[in-house]
């Protein structure tokens, strides 16, 4: 329940153009223990008044000269007020009551006043607005909760994703130092092994069996490496790594991928987020797409980069359950983090095209040297 004092403190605006209806009006709240009475009878001035005062109930009245009650509560409307104010119309007219709530007015007292009924269509009125203040108020808290939980949440997801990214280059760099060393040292050891015992051609098949393991092992080490972190972003550049990604998937599925890649000018970290939109995107495609043709699309605009994956597999219903790998949600918020957008769209049986679309940050050009 709203607190009396609250009631007792609202402010109110009194329109009549009758000096007698302000008095009795006045007189009638104040005496109610109302303390922020205001009255006009001016009714173009209640745009200014209520502006500047902001209004928790205005009394009105719909007969006055010039300007009437129903202009008033037009000019209430289209003011551009951003607090709703509830409007009790005083009429003596039966038949304006209607045209008047329909006009936007909350309540209605009849003139000649019955001072029992107007104090009690008042005060359930200012109730009213109160517990709507209230409410008000307390959506404003939970929207300014939910948005700085969710910015918080969002912080930690790109921590999350650098983090990872960052022990995902460092485990890269610990296999190819480490394992590829000592693979490496194996290879040659075999090698020597190798020229002091061919005469046995047992050996020699079972060193040739040995030297066939370490090149798998080497192969499958590098393959681990460049899924962990492809070296070829930096050596080779984004465009021949996501040749070489999809001529790779291409072969697994034993299709031919359809690329189309322009050369594109982003940061280390928007050459990445590309790759692994592409590399997640291309790896549903093989595991659940069932598609005969795949197309791998970044175009380059002056202002935007563009991503597109489409294929005609299976599909799916994009308003169904999320699945439980949160792939997709993955792959949007990486690309939100630059400040991109992603979308998807794809139905049962008619495939599916995700499309990304990134800023292009322009590059400052180094200050020229003193002097």
């Known amino acids: ?117 107007v104090k009690t269509r008042i005060r359930n009125m200012l109730e009213m607005q109160m517990l709507y203040r209230n409410l008000e108020r307390q959506n404003r808290l939970l929207e300014q909760a939910v948005h700085d939980r969710t910015a918080e949440l969002r912080e930690l997801a790109g921590y999350l994703i650098t983090a990872r990214e960052d022990e995902k280059a460092h485990l890269a760099r610990e296999l190819h130092d480490e394992l590829g060393a000592l693979l490496t040292a194996a290879k040659l050891y075999l090698a020597r092994l190798r020229t002091k015992l061919f005469e046995d051609p047992a050996i020699t098949a079972g060193l040739e069996e040995v030297n066939q393991h370490l090149d798998k092992g080497i192969a499958l080490k590098r393959r681990i490496v460049e899924d962990l972190r492809p070296s070829s972003l930096e050596t080779l550049g984004l465009t021949i790594t996501l040749t070489n990604l999809c001529s790779d998937v291409g072969t697994s599925l034993n299709i031919a991928i359809q690329t189309e890649f322009d050369e594109v000018s982003l940061t280390e970290d928007g050459h990445l987020a590309i790759y692994r939109l592409i590399q997640e995107a291309l790896n549903n495609v093989c595991k659940y797409a069932k598609a005969t043709r795949v197309r791998v699309s970044v175009k380059s605009e002056p202002t935007l980069v563009t991503v597109q994956i489409e294929d005609d597999g299976i599909g799916f219903d994009t308003g169904g359950p999320r699945s439980a790998g949160h792939g997709i949600s993955g792959m949007r918020f990486r690309i939100e983090q630059l400040n991109g957008s992603m979308s998807v769209a794809s139905s049962p049986g008619a495939g599916t095209l995700l499309e990304a679309i990134m800023p292009v940050t322009p590059v400052t050009p180094a200050a020229p040297a003193a002097g």
């Open 1 to 117: 329940m709203t607190p009396e004092v609250d009631i007792l403190a609202a402010n109110i605006l009194i329109v009549d153009d009758q000096p007698a209806n302000v008095r009795l009006l006045s007189r009638l709240l104040t005496e109610a223990g109302y303390s922020q009475v205001t009255a006009t009878m001016i009714p173009s001035e209640v745009f200014a008044l209520h502006r500047s005062n902001s209004y928790d109930l205005i009394l009105l009245d719909l007969q006055m000269p010039g300007m009437d009650g129903f202009a008033v509560m037009e000019g209430l409307r289209t003011n551009g007020f951003e607090r709703y104010v509830p409007v009790i119309v005083l009429t003596a007219e039966p038949g304006h009551k209607l045209r008047a709530l329909q006009a936007g007015a909350k309540d209605f007292i009849s003139k000649p006043f019955d001072l029992v009924e």
